[in-house]
């Protein structure tokens, strides 16, 4: 059991920036998929952007250029930082643990845990 350990997020105008972080302390394996998952109100969670234990990187279409994920694999850190942010940004976004890699690291199904998520606000 692994818990995931989110912090950021909060409230910010269109066309201003976040920075998300998520933390799983102890993650003792060499292999893993981690990602941001976004959900709205009234509507499905959804991949966001992912980072592999090989470095491969997948972002969605809709955040593609405002979004950039990255790691501290050292401290088994993941960090989001949100450029550029529009109204239909926010909502709850969360953080996913697969403790290895994915053909389709957006998939919330394959994820193994989860945190418990953290406020986006993107006011217009």
């Known amino acids: 059991q692994f818990n995931l350990v989110e912090s950021g997020g909060g409230s910010v105008e269109s066309g201003g920036s976040l920075r998300l972080t998520c933390a799983v302390p102890?993650?003792?394996?060499?292999?893993?998929?981690m990602a941001w998952f976004r959900q709205a109100e009234d509507k499905e969670r959804e991949g966001v952007a992912s980072i592999e234990s090989d470095g491969t990187i997948t972002y969605a279409d809709s955040v593609k250029g405002r979004f950039t994920i990255s790691e501290d694999s050292a401290k088994n850190i993941m960090f989001l930082q949100l450029n550029a942010l529009k109204p239909e940004d926010t909502g709850m976004y969360y953080c996913?643990?697969?403790?290895?890699?994915?053909?389709?690291?957006?998939?919330?199904?394959?994820?193994?845990?989860w945190g418990t998520g953290i406020p986006v606000t993107v006011l217009s």
């Open positions: 102890g993650y003792p394996y060499d292999t893993y998929s």
């Open positions: 996913g643990l697969a403790v290895s890699p994915l053909r389709d690291p957006l998939k919330a199904d394959y994820m193994d845990y």
